[in-house]
């Protein structure tokens, strides 16, 4: 890893301090700060020279995952980190024991979207309508363990 890329754990000043990604802050419009805070509680941040770029955590309730990311305009001078972070991420869930990974993206973020489907593999199950505390429209998202073994032969 470079030397000026740590992964550490989450704090709420990341938040404060990280520029969000236009869709990303589109997602958590209208949702209390205080709500987001606690449920990133576990997460982990990625920082580029001190600067938060990413965050990331996951909820595992019965070998399904919920996954959670955030990002900033900073991942895109770090593309092939984020995504050996993502894979890396993933396969670590299914060798725990997890059989299934599931994320939402909001409707218009389509990099985001792009970038779990294309790198990570998840692929687009439904579309949620007035989903979570903002009400907005989202996608969600899923890969299995089976999915995931298919995708490495």
């Keep these: 890893m470079n ?10 000043g990341h938040f404060f301090a ?18 987001l805070l606690r449920g990133w509680q576990g997460g982990r941040t990625v920082l580029k020279k001190g600067i938060p770029v ?13 996954l959670w990311l955030v990002s900033s305009p900073l991942v ?26 599931e994320v939402c993206c909001h409707v218009g973020n389509m990099r985001s979207l792009a970038w779990l489907t294309r790198m990570l593999g998840f692929r687009v199950e439904g579309l949620m309508k007035q989903c979570g505390p903002n009400r907005q429209d989202r996608f969600l998202l899923a890969l299995t363990a089976t999915e ?3 995708e490495k032969a």
């Design 3 to 12: 030397n000026d890329v740590r992964i550490v754990d989450f704090e709420p």
């Design 18 to 35: 990280m520029p969000l990604r236009e869709e990303d802050a589109a997602d958590m419009a209208g949702i209390d700060t205080d709500y």
């Design 76 to 101: 895109d001078s770090m593309p092939l980190f984020i995504t050996r972070l993502g894979r890396h991420g993933v396969a670590a869930m299914f060798r725990a024991g997890a059989h299934r990974i």
């Design 54 to 66: 990413f965050f990331y955590g996951y909820r595992e309730h019965l070998g399904t995952v919920t």
């Design 148 to 150: 995931h073994k298919e």
